[in-house]
């Protein structure tokens, strides 16, 4: 990849380092890299090699791919049209479009018509079912729950559950927090 193409990867570098609670000193000593480099590609002043990325991914217990994906600008202010290709692109299966763009700490899919997700899901965070249009059936903690249009069904971080559209044309929403965030209690003040 030429390197004027390569993404920023600074912020996401940023971003895990502070998740994971390590100091530069700790992520240098880690990696191999000094203090300074390792400053200057957090502020976009630099861009690591190859090599330096995968060390510096390996201290901070992800991979490049990661960095990489982590590394899509945020957008404070960001409107995802229906027909946008980008997100388009990022579904996991057809039928399915994320409704975020990037690496947010909210993360939201859309999934439309007769989908029976058969697999069972479980998130690291809490999450979030909203039944736009038409009717589900879903199961958690060992219960079945019967959704209608305009029901929710909110999920503790952890619960396994799965779920499946009772009708066709059924539109859900899965809101969520991302599992790249650690959500937990703020420390007492």
Excluded at 44 to 68: G, I, K
Excluded at 116 to 127: A, H, I, K, L, P
Aim: glycine share 6%; aromatic share 4%.
């Amino acid at each position: 990849m030429d390197e004027k193409e390569a993404p920023r990867v600074g912020n996401a570098v940023r971003r895990r380092r502070r998740a994971l609670e390590l100091t530069l000193a700790t992520v240098a000593r880690r990696s191999g890299l000094s203090v300074p480099f390792l400053s200057q590609i957090e502020n976009e002043r630099a861009r690591p090699s190859t090599r330096s990325l995968s060390a510096v991914a390996h201290a901070l217990e992800t991979t490049v791919d990661e960095l990489f994906a982590a590394a899509d600008p945020a957008h404070t202010v960001d409107v995802v049209r229906s027909d946008d290709e980008d997100t388009a692109l990022m579904a996991p299966a057809p039928g399915v479009r994320s409704l975020v763009r990037g690496q947010h700490q909210l993360q939201a899919m859309e999934y439309c018509g007769d989908h029976d997700s058969g697999r069972e899901f479980q998130y690291r965070n809490d999450s979030l079912l909203y039944v736009a249009d038409g009717a589900v059936t879903a199961e958690a903690e060992g219960r079945v729950h019967q959704l209608c249009a305009g029901d929710t069904l909110y999920l503790s971080g952890g619960v396994r559950h799965r779920w499946r559209a009772t009708e066709p044309d059924t539109r859900l929403l899965v809101v969520a927090v991302g599992d790249h965030i650690e959500a937990g209690e703020a420390p007492p003040r």
